[in-house]
């Protein structure tokens, strides 16, 4: 019996797909570039994260995902494949932590191609399959996909994920209910101590979704001037220099070049508050009683 599904609504409709959404087929070169490259994949970012955040005095607290979670960035000229990407990442902790469903994957991360594949096995089984009246099909193309395609492929291989959409309120803007909400899921995960500066927990980091592009979060900062702003990973950017400096290394830093070489794994007030909606996908170690559950 086929399993029908519904995306959060309203969702970033068809006339978002991006410049691609009439392509019946992405060039040969880009095929060939995609077979020989795979992806750029850095591990170890979190931990250098974690000793960054620990020794910049801005930061009040930090809270980080499960920290053998892979960046997974684009390959050079690749164009419009971050919401791959960022699925990709997901399955780095999949596969990582083995939870419920990571035999799919046989220790391996899915290609573009073969996301593309279970994509469209998905549909054909009746999760979300609306999405491809609205795409006409995704397969070997550089159609953006989003939320409700990344639902469709976790719950497809059942892997238990949650979906929520944020849209403006009389009383709060989406980006802060968004970050609100943020907040308040790292810190149910927390290992040790609450009081502590660092807060690390064992958490499967979350797909965001924003008009044209989407992250995943990876963490959760409060300044001393109780600021708040995201940690994510960026797959239209590679590491920086300044923290791949970082990784496996116990550097001595001063707390303004910690501060300043976390920067760019920021998305603060002044970037979210551009965007009027947010959707974002929870990964859960247990299947939520309500998919559209916080």
Same mark, same amino acid.
């Given at each position: 019996?086929?399993?029908?599904?519904?995306?959060?609504?309203?969702?970033?409709?068809?006339?978002?797909?991006?410049?691609?959404?009439? *392509? /019946?087929?992405?060039?040969? +070169?880009? =095929?060939?570039?995609?077979?020989?490259?795979?992806?750029?994949?850095?591990?170890?970012?979190?931990?250098?994260?974690?000793? #960054?955040?620990?020794?910049?005095?801005?930061?009040?607290?930090?809270?980080?995902?499960?920290?053998?979670?892979?960046?997974? /960035?684009?390959?050079?000229?690749? %164009?419009?494949?971050?919401?791959?990407?960022?699925?990709?990442?997901?399955?780095?902790?999949?596969?990582?932590?083995?939870? &419920?469903?990571? *035999?799919?994957?046989?220790?391996?991360?899915?290609?573009?191609?073969? =996301?593309?594949?279970?994509?469209?096995?998905? +549909?054909?089984?009746?999760?979300?399959?609306?999405?491809?009246?609205?795409?006409?099909?995704?397969?070997?193309?550089?159609?953006?996909?989003?939320?409700?395609?990344?639902?469709?492929?976790?719950?497809?291989?059942?892997?238990?994920?949650?979906?929520?959409?944020?849209?403006?309120?009389?009383?709060?803007?989406?980006?802060?209910?968004?970050?609100?909400? =943020? *907040?308040?899921?790292?810190?149910?995960?927390?290992?040790?101590?609450?009081?502590?500066?660092?807060?690390?927990?064992? #958490?499967?980091? &979350?797909?965001?979704?924003?008009?044209?592009?989407? #992250?995943?979060?990876?963490?959760?900062?409060?300044?001393?001037?109780?600021?708040?702003?995201?940690?994510?990973?960026?797959?239209?950017?590679?590491?920086?220099?300044?923290?791949?400096?970082?990784? %496996?290394?116990?550097?001595?830093?001063?707390?303004?070049?910690?501060? /300043?070489?976390?920067?760019?794994?920021?998305?603060?007030?002044?970037?979210?508050?551009?965007?009027? *909606?947010?959707?974002? #996908?929870?990964?859960?170690?247990?299947?939520? /009683?309500?998919?559209?559950? &916080?």
């Amino acid at each position: 019996m086929m399993k029908k599904m519904f995306p959060i609504q309203p969702h970033f409709e068809a006339s978002h797909l991006g410049k691609y959404a009439h *392509e /019946s087929k992405m060039p040969d +070169w880009l =095929i060939q570039k995609l077979l020989r490259g795979g992806q750029v994949c850095t591990k170890d970012v979190i931990p250098a994260l974690k000793q #960054l955040a620990e020794k910049a005095e801005s930061i009040k607290y930090a809270y980080f995902c499960h920290p053998g979670v892979h960046h997974i /960035s684009k390959l050079s000229r690749e %164009g419009a494949f971050c919401g791959y990407r960022n699925i990709q990442t997901l399955i780095t902790y999949v596969i990582g932590t083995s939870m &419920v469903g990571f *035999e799919h994957f046989e220790g391996t991360l899915p290609s573009i191609f073969r =996301i593309q594949d279970l994509i469209e096995a998905a +549909w054909d089984l009746g999760y979300n399959s609306n999405g491809r009246v609205e795409t006409g099909g995704i397969k070997g193309t550089r159609k953006y996909i989003g939320t409700p395609e990344a639902q469709a492929l976790f719950n497809s291989l059942s892997i238990p994920c949650s979906v929520k959409a944020f849209r403006p309120m009389t009383n709060e803007r989406a980006y802060e209910s968004l970050i609100h909400t =943020i *907040e308040n899921y790292f810190e149910q995960g927390i290992l040790m101590e609450h009081d502590a500066k660092i807060r690390q927990t064992d #958490l499967p980091p &979350v797909y965001l979704q924003h008009q044209g592009h989407s #992250l995943t979060v990876v963490g959760f900062e409060k300044s001393q001037r109780d600021g708040s702003c995201l940690y994510v990973f960026d797959p239209s950017s590679s590491r920086p220099d300044s923290v791949k400096k970082c990784i %496996g290394k116990n550097l001595r830093l001063t707390s303004s070049k910690a501060n /300043s070489a976390i920067q760019p794994y920021r998305r603060g007030k002044a970037y979210l508050r551009k965007h009027k *909606e947010f959707e974002v #996908l929870f990964l859960r170690k247990t299947p939520p /009683s309500d998919d559209n559950a &916080v």
